[in-house]
């Protein structure tokens, strides 16, 4: 693929663009590739099995003005679990490197259409603002 350089005096070159443009645009690629980006950014939700039994104290006994319900992990009790807890989900889609790559190459390559204007590296040693409204006024 061969894509137009214009110098700063207007006149038209050719050159040759990395093949990574010539790839074919795969949209159903790209969303798939998106897609999982997105969903690995969800925070994972669901309960621990552990959590309220991690205790390290001991329990101390009678007369220490507490109470204490003896099967303390129900719902219904202060410090029990929870009665319907949310399930484990995990909403991490996975996709395969090459598939990946894929989509990128595709991507690189769709935006080769989109680009307008091509022009030489010396346009950003321009310093006065005169100079560069008549590389503007050259380019057309």
């Known amino acids: 693929m061969k894509a137009h350089v214009y110098s700063l005096e207007g006149e038209v070159t050719e ?3 990395p093949s990574v443009f010539e790839t074919e645009y795969r949209p159903d690629v790209i969303k798939r590739a998106v897609l999982s980006c997105i969903s690995k950014r969800i925070q994972k939700r669901g309960t621990k099995k552990e959590a309220g039994k991690r205790h390290v104290v001991h329990y101390l006994g009678t007369n220490r003005g507490i109470s204490r319900v003896r099967a303390a992990f129900v719902p ?3 410090g029990g679990r929870r ?3 949310p399930k484990t989900k995990v909403y991490a889609e996975k996709i395969n490197k090459k598939e990946k790559n894929l989509a990128v190459r595709s991507a690189i390559a769709m935006s080769a259409d989109e680009i307008p204007l091509i022009v030489e590296d010396s346009l950003e040693d321009l310093e006065k603002t005169q100079e560069v409204a008549e590389v503007f006024q050259n380019l057309g």
């Open 76 to 78: 219904q009790a202060v």
């Open 83 to 85: 009665a319907h807890p």
């Open 15 to 17: 050159i040759e663009l």
